[in-house]
Protein backbone atom coordinates (compact mmCIF):
# COMPACT_ATOMS: atom_id res chain seq x y z
CA UNK A 1 0.00 0.00 0.00
CA UNK A 2 1.26 3.26 -0.77
CA UNK A 3 1.26 5.08 2.51
CA UNK A 4 4.35 6.53 2.22
CA UNK A 5 4.63 10.21 1.24
CA UNK A 6 8.51 11.31 0.06
CA UNK A 7 9.71 15.24 -0.56
CA UNK A 8 12.28 16.66 1.83
CA UNK A 9 10.58 15.17 4.34
CA UNK A 10 8.97 11.79 4.30
CA UNK A 11 6.17 10.58 5.96
CA UNK A 12 4.91 7.06 6.70
CA UNK A 13 1.74 6.18 7.99
CA UNK A 14 0.80 2.75 9.27
CA UNK A 15 -1.26 0.34 11.10
CA UNK A 16 -4.81 -0.37 10.70
CA UNK A 17 -8.25 0.72 12.23
CA UNK A 18 -8.53 -2.70 14.50
CA UNK A 19 -4.32 -3.47 14.63
CA UNK A 20 -3.05 -3.05 18.57
CA UNK A 21 -1.91 0.50 17.45
CA UNK A 22 -1.49 3.10 14.70
CA UNK A 23 1.42 5.69 13.77
CA UNK A 24 3.46 7.72 11.59
CA UNK A 25 7.08 7.48 11.38
CA UNK A 26 8.69 11.45 10.31
CA UNK A 27 11.86 11.59 8.54
CA UNK A 28 14.36 14.32 7.62
CA UNK A 29 13.16 16.81 10.08
CA UNK A 30 15.90 19.31 11.36
CA UNK A 31 17.77 18.42 14.42
CA UNK A 32 17.29 20.49 17.53
CA UNK A 33 13.87 21.14 16.93
CA UNK A 34 11.58 21.85 19.73
CA UNK A 35 8.47 19.70 20.03
CA UNK A 36 5.95 20.86 22.65
CA UNK A 37 3.80 17.41 23.42
CA UNK A 38 1.11 19.01 25.41
CA UNK A 39 0.51 21.43 22.63
CA UNK A 40 0.01 17.90 19.85
CA UNK A 41 -2.11 16.44 22.49
CA UNK A 42 -4.09 19.34 22.45
CA UNK A 43 -4.03 19.72 18.42
CA UNK A 44 -4.91 16.22 18.24
CA UNK A 45 -7.80 16.98 20.32
CA UNK A 46 -9.28 18.93 18.00
CA UNK A 47 -10.17 16.12 15.91
CA UNK A 48 -13.71 15.48 17.71
CA UNK A 49 -13.89 11.76 17.81
CA UNK A 50 -17.62 10.40 17.68
CA UNK A 51 -16.20 7.77 20.29
CA UNK A 52 -15.09 8.54 23.44
CA UNK A 53 -13.39 5.21 23.59
CA UNK A 54 -10.77 6.33 21.00
CA UNK A 55 -7.03 7.14 22.58
CA UNK A 56 -5.45 10.32 20.87
CA UNK A 57 -2.27 10.20 23.18
CA UNK A 58 0.78 9.44 20.37
CA UNK A 59 3.81 7.52 22.35
CA UNK A 60 6.78 8.86 20.40
CA UNK A 61 9.29 5.79 20.33
CA UNK A 62 12.25 7.92 19.44
CA UNK A 63 13.48 11.15 17.08
CA UNK A 64 12.84 13.17 20.25
CA UNK A 65 14.98 13.56 23.29
CA UNK A 66 14.81 16.18 26.19
CA UNK A 67 12.32 17.77 23.65
CA UNK A 68 13.92 18.07 21.01
CA UNK A 69 14.38 16.16 17.81
CA UNK A 70 17.48 14.32 17.52
CA UNK A 71 17.94 14.02 13.67
CA UNK A 72 16.97 10.52 13.35
CA UNK A 73 13.50 9.52 12.54
CA UNK A 74 10.31 10.71 14.29
CA UNK A 75 8.16 7.81 15.25
CA UNK A 76 4.74 7.84 17.27
CA UNK A 77 2.69 5.28 17.83
CA UNK A 78 -0.94 5.54 18.78
CA UNK A 79 -2.74 2.79 20.64
CA UNK A 80 -6.17 1.73 19.44
CA UNK A 81 -9.28 0.57 21.22
CA UNK A 82 -8.81 -2.83 22.42
CA UNK A 83 -5.83 -4.93 21.28
CA UNK A 84 -8.45 -7.68 21.38
CA UNK A 85 -11.40 -5.76 19.13
CA UNK A 86 -14.80 -6.84 18.71
CA UNK A 87 -14.89 -8.77 15.34
CA UNK A 88 -17.98 -9.73 13.12
CA UNK A 89 -16.42 -12.28 10.32
CA UNK A 90 -19.17 -11.66 8.23
CA UNK A 91 -18.28 -8.15 7.56
CA UNK A 92 -15.24 -9.13 5.79
CA UNK A 93 -17.23 -10.31 2.49
CA UNK A 94 -19.64 -7.72 2.49
CA UNK A 95 -18.58 -4.62 0.22
CA UNK A 96 -20.40 -1.59 1.27
CA UNK A 97 -21.40 1.26 -0.77
CA UNK A 98 -19.63 4.00 -0.28
CA UNK A 99 -16.80 2.23 0.85
CA UNK A 100 -13.07 0.68 0.10
CA UNK A 101 -14.28 -2.65 0.83
CA UNK A 102 -14.42 -3.99 -2.77
CA UNK A 103 -11.94 -1.86 -4.72
CA UNK A 104 -9.50 -2.52 -1.72
CA UNK A 105 -10.63 -6.34 -1.98
CA UNK A 106 -9.93 -6.22 -5.66
CA UNK A 107 -6.55 -4.38 -5.52
CA UNK A 108 -5.18 -6.40 -2.67
CA UNK A 109 -7.28 -9.95 -3.68
CA UNK A 110 -8.89 -10.06 -0.66
CA UNK A 111 -5.97 -10.53 1.67
CA UNK A 112 -6.47 -6.13 2.64
CA UNK A 113 -7.59 -6.22 6.45
CA UNK A 114 -11.14 -5.06 6.35
CA UNK A 115 -12.03 -4.59 9.81
CA UNK A 116 -13.43 -1.03 10.47
CA UNK A 117 -12.14 -0.48 7.02
CA UNK A 118 -8.25 -1.39 7.88
CA UNK A 119 -6.09 0.82 6.26
CA UNK A 120 -8.45 2.66 4.51
CA UNK A 121 -10.06 3.79 7.88
CA UNK A 122 -10.09 7.47 8.63
CA UNK A 123 -8.67 6.60 12.24
CA UNK A 124 -5.62 6.31 9.88
CA UNK A 125 -5.93 10.61 9.68
CA UNK A 126 -4.55 10.97 13.53
CA UNK A 127 -1.01 9.98 13.05
CA UNK A 128 -1.11 11.96 10.23
CA UNK A 129 -1.98 15.09 12.27
CA UNK A 130 0.77 14.09 14.54
CA UNK A 131 3.31 14.67 11.82
CA UNK A 132 1.55 17.88 10.83
CA UNK A 133 1.28 19.29 14.42
CA UNK A 134 4.99 18.78 15.04
CA UNK A 135 5.73 20.39 11.34
CA UNK A 136 3.61 23.46 12.56
CA UNK A 137 5.56 23.81 15.45
CA UNK A 138 8.47 24.20 13.20
CA UNK A 139 6.79 26.49 11.09
CA UNK A 140 5.30 28.88 13.77
CA UNK A 141 8.62 29.48 15.32
CA UNK A 142 9.70 30.84 11.70
CA UNK A 143 6.10 32.82 11.92
CA UNK A 144 4.38 30.82 9.45
CA UNK A 145 1.11 30.08 10.54
CA UNK A 146 -2.17 27.52 8.89
CA UNK A 147 -5.36 28.31 9.80
CA UNK A 148 -8.93 26.21 8.58
CA UNK A 149 -12.40 26.73 9.33
CA UNK A 150 -15.70 24.64 8.28
CA UNK A 151 -16.66 27.21 5.12
CA UNK A 152 -19.66 25.13 4.59
CA UNK A 153 -21.76 22.39 5.94
CA UNK A 154 -24.85 21.12 3.65
CA UNK A 155 -26.73 23.96 2.63
CA UNK A 156 -24.45 26.99 4.98
CA UNK A 157 -21.99 28.80 4.40
CA UNK A 158 -19.88 30.57 7.34
CA UNK A 159 -17.88 33.94 5.95
CA UNK A 160 -14.48 33.19 4.36
CA UNK A 161 -11.02 34.24 5.23
CA UNK A 162 -10.06 37.71 4.09
CA UNK A 163 -7.98 36.32 1.30
CA UNK A 164 -5.61 39.34 1.27
CA UNK A 165 -5.57 40.01 5.00
CA UNK A 166 -5.26 37.01 7.42
CA UNK A 167 -3.88 37.88 11.03
CA UNK A 168 -2.29 35.17 13.09
CA UNK A 169 -5.12 36.34 15.48
CA UNK A 170 -7.55 35.49 13.27
CA UNK A 171 -5.87 31.85 12.89
CA UNK A 172 -5.44 31.32 16.67
CA UNK A 173 -8.68 32.61 17.57
CA UNK A 174 -10.13 29.45 15.37
CA UNK A 175 -8.00 26.95 17.06
CA UNK A 176 -9.42 27.88 20.55
CA UNK A 177 -13.10 27.34 19.24
CA UNK A 178 -14.87 24.12 20.32
CA UNK A 179 -16.30 24.69 16.57
CA UNK A 180 -14.19 25.84 14.61
CA UNK A 181 -15.89 28.62 12.61
CA UNK A 182 -15.45 32.30 11.82
CA UNK A 183 -18.88 33.34 12.50
CA UNK A 184 -20.21 31.48 15.34
CA UNK A 185 -23.69 31.97 14.45
CA UNK A 186 -23.50 30.09 11.73
CA UNK A 187 -22.03 27.49 13.57
CA UNK A 188 -24.83 27.29 15.84
CA UNK A 189 -27.29 26.95 12.23
CA UNK A 190 -24.79 23.87 10.92
CA UNK A 191 -24.71 22.17 14.66
CA UNK A 192 -28.30 22.56 14.07
CA UNK A 193 -28.60 20.57 10.48
CA UNK A 194 -25.83 18.21 11.94
CA UNK A 195 -28.51 17.34 14.79
CA UNK A 196 -31.40 17.12 12.77
CA UNK A 197 -29.54 14.74 9.74
CA UNK A 198 -28.67 12.86 12.50
CA UNK A 199 -32.16 12.13 13.80
CA UNK A 200 -33.06 11.03 10.01
CA UNK A 201 -30.14 8.01 10.11
CA UNK A 202 -27.75 10.36 7.21
CA UNK A 203 -25.15 12.28 7.15
CA UNK A 204 -23.85 15.33 5.83
CA UNK A 205 -20.78 16.75 3.80
CA UNK A 206 -18.59 20.09 3.10
CA UNK A 207 -15.96 22.11 2.64
CA UNK A 208 -12.56 23.46 4.75
CA UNK A 209 -11.16 26.57 4.10
CA UNK A 210 -7.68 26.71 4.93
CA UNK A 211 -5.35 30.18 5.12
CA UNK A 212 -1.47 29.82 5.32
CA UNK A 213 0.55 33.36 6.26
CA UNK A 214 4.06 34.33 6.16
CA UNK A 215 5.18 32.30 3.68
CA UNK A 216 7.78 34.36 1.81
CA UNK A 217 7.52 34.63 -1.94
CA UNK A 218 9.66 32.39 -4.39
CA UNK A 219 8.74 28.78 -2.29
CA UNK A 220 8.34 26.36 -4.13
CA UNK A 221 8.70 24.88 -8.28
CA UNK A 222 7.16 25.22 -11.54
CA UNK A 223 5.41 21.98 -13.27
CA UNK A 224 6.00 19.08 -10.91
CA UNK A 225 6.84 20.17 -7.64
CA UNK A 226 4.95 23.62 -6.80
CA UNK A 227 2.71 24.30 -4.06
CA UNK A 228 -0.65 23.42 -5.48
CA UNK A 229 0.63 20.05 -6.51
CA UNK A 230 2.37 19.07 -2.82
CA UNK A 231 -0.79 20.66 -1.04
CA UNK A 232 -2.92 18.72 -3.26
CA UNK A 233 -1.14 15.55 -3.42
CA UNK A 234 -1.43 15.55 0.59
CA UNK A 235 -4.60 16.64 0.90
CA UNK A 236 -5.88 13.34 -0.80
CA UNK A 237 -4.15 10.83 1.86
CA UNK A 238 -7.27 12.61 4.05
CA UNK A 239 -10.50 10.40 3.67
CA UNK A 240 -13.64 11.52 1.93
CA UNK A 241 -11.79 14.13 0.02
CA UNK A 242 -13.88 15.27 -3.51
CA UNK A 243 -11.79 18.55 -5.14
CA UNK A 244 -9.61 21.27 -3.96
CA UNK A 245 -9.41 24.50 -5.87
CA UNK A 246 -6.65 27.65 -4.81
CA UNK A 247 -7.62 31.24 -4.24
CA UNK A 248 -10.99 31.71 -6.57
CA UNK A 249 -10.65 28.39 -7.66
CA UNK A 250 -13.42 26.99 -9.99
CA UNK A 251 -14.98 30.39 -10.24
CA UNK A 252 -12.14 31.61 -12.13
CA UNK A 253 -13.92 29.81 -14.93
CA UNK A 254 -16.41 32.89 -14.75
CA UNK A 255 -14.59 35.20 -14.90
CA UNK A 256 -12.49 37.74 -17.70
CA UNK A 257 -8.83 37.76 -17.71
CA UNK A 258 -8.64 41.53 -16.30
CA UNK A 259 -11.50 40.37 -13.40
CA UNK A 260 -9.01 37.93 -12.31
CA UNK A 261 -5.63 39.16 -12.23
CA UNK A 262 -4.35 40.76 -9.26
CA UNK A 263 -2.55 44.14 -9.49
CA UNK A 264 1.19 44.45 -8.04
CA UNK A 265 2.09 47.30 -5.99
CA UNK A 266 5.15 47.97 -3.36
CA UNK A 267 4.09 48.73 0.18
CA UNK A 268 5.67 51.53 2.63
CA UNK A 269 7.78 49.01 3.46
CA UNK A 270 9.57 47.67 0.00
CA UNK A 271 7.16 44.96 0.19
CA UNK A 272 5.48 43.35 -3.27
CA UNK A 273 1.85 42.88 -2.56
CA UNK A 274 -1.55 42.36 -4.52
CA UNK A 275 -3.92 44.34 -4.59
CA UNK A 276 -6.29 41.10 -4.68
CA UNK A 277 -5.88 37.20 -4.09
CA UNK A 278 -7.84 35.68 -6.31
CA UNK A 279 -3.98 33.46 -7.51
CA UNK A 280 -4.46 32.30 -3.64
CA UNK A 281 -0.86 32.79 -3.03
CA UNK A 282 0.61 30.75 -5.55
CA UNK A 283 1.46 32.11 -9.31
CA UNK A 284 3.70 29.07 -11.42
CA UNK A 285 3.76 26.97 -8.56
CA UNK A 286 5.74 29.33 -6.48
CA UNK A 287 4.67 31.45 -3.24
CA UNK A 288 3.85 35.10 -4.37
CA UNK A 289 4.30 36.08 -0.66
CA UNK A 290 0.24 36.44 -0.16
CA UNK A 291 -1.64 34.48 2.07
CA UNK A 292 -1.86 31.05 0.68
CA UNK A 293 -5.74 30.01 0.43
CA UNK A 294 -7.19 26.97 -0.67
CA UNK A 295 -10.72 25.14 -0.39
CA UNK A 296 -11.18 21.46 0.19
CA UNK A 297 -14.38 19.42 -0.48
CA UNK A 298 -15.56 16.54 1.80
CA UNK A 299 -18.53 14.37 0.49
CA UNK A 300 -20.89 12.89 3.48
CA UNK A 301 -20.04 9.57 5.85
CA UNK A 302 -20.60 6.54 3.89
CA UNK A 303 -21.39 5.43 6.93
CA UNK A 304 -25.14 6.13 8.06
CA UNK A 305 -28.33 4.60 9.49
CA UNK A 306 -29.98 3.92 6.80
CA UNK A 307 -30.76 1.21 4.90
CA UNK A 308 -28.22 0.60 2.26
CA UNK A 309 -27.30 -2.44 -0.81
CA UNK A 310 -24.15 -3.85 -0.93
CA UNK A 311 -22.26 -6.71 -2.09
CA UNK A 312 -21.47 -10.49 -0.79
CA UNK A 313 -18.12 -10.88 -2.32
CA UNK A 314 -18.13 -14.68 -1.94
CA UNK A 315 -21.79 -15.51 -2.63
CA UNK A 316 -21.43 -12.65 -5.65
CA UNK A 317 -25.11 -11.70 -4.57
CA UNK A 318 -26.73 -8.33 -3.49
CA UNK A 319 -27.37 -7.51 0.04
CA UNK A 320 -29.19 -5.22 2.17
CA UNK A 321 -27.31 -3.74 5.44
CA UNK A 322 -28.00 -1.21 7.44
CA UNK A 323 -25.81 0.48 10.83
CA UNK A 324 -27.05 1.53 14.03
CA UNK A 325 -27.09 4.88 15.23
CA UNK A 326 -23.40 5.28 16.48
CA UNK A 327 -22.25 6.68 13.51
CA UNK A 328 -20.57 10.76 12.64
CA UNK A 329 -23.29 12.37 10.91
CA UNK A 330 -20.72 14.92 9.48
CA UNK A 331 -16.86 14.13 9.68
CA UNK A 332 -16.05 17.85 8.10
CA UNK A 333 -15.77 18.53 11.80
CA UNK A 334 -12.65 16.59 12.00
CA UNK A 335 -11.46 17.00 8.71
CA UNK A 336 -10.69 20.58 9.77
CA UNK A 337 -7.41 19.90 11.53
CA UNK A 338 -6.35 17.65 9.46
CA UNK A 339 -6.81 19.82 6.62
CA UNK A 340 -4.17 21.89 8.68
CA UNK A 341 -1.48 19.18 9.57
CA UNK A 342 -1.40 18.38 5.81
CA UNK A 343 -0.49 22.09 4.96
CA UNK A 344 1.87 22.01 7.58
CA UNK A 345 3.73 19.14 6.04
CA UNK A 346 3.23 20.68 2.68
CA UNK A 347 5.04 24.24 3.29
CA UNK A 348 7.73 22.68 5.62
CA UNK A 349 8.44 20.10 2.88
CA UNK A 350 8.87 23.20 1.10
CA UNK A 351 10.77 25.31 3.25
CA UNK A 352 13.65 23.18 4.11
CA UNK A 353 15.61 24.26 0.73
CA UNK A 354 14.57 28.16 1.58
CA UNK A 355 17.87 29.78 2.66
CA UNK A 356 18.35 29.97 6.52
CA UNK A 357 15.27 28.34 7.45
CA UNK A 358 17.28 25.87 9.01
Not at 132 to 148: F, K, N, P, S
Not at 280 to 307: D, Y
Not at 321 to 338: K, L, M, S
Request: proline share 5%; with cysteine; aromatic share 8%.
Amino acid sequence: MSSVWNNKISISVFGEAQSPAIGVTVNNLPSGEYVDVAEIKKFLKRLRRADSRENLLPHIMSGLFNNRTTGSPLCAFIQNYSSEPVYVPETDRLARAGHADYTGAVRYRGFNDVRDGGHFSERLTVPLCFAGAVCGQILERRGIYTGTHIARIHNIKDNPFNPVKVTRDDIISIHNKEFPVINDRKGWLMEEDIERVRKTGDSLGGVVECAIINVPAGVGSPIFDGLQNTISQLVFGIPFVTGIEFGTGFKSAGMTGSDWNDDFYVDGHGHVLTETNNHGGILGGISSGMPITFKVSFRPNPTFAKAQKGVDLQEMTSETYQTNNDYDPCTVIRAVPAVESVANIAILSHMMEYPNFC
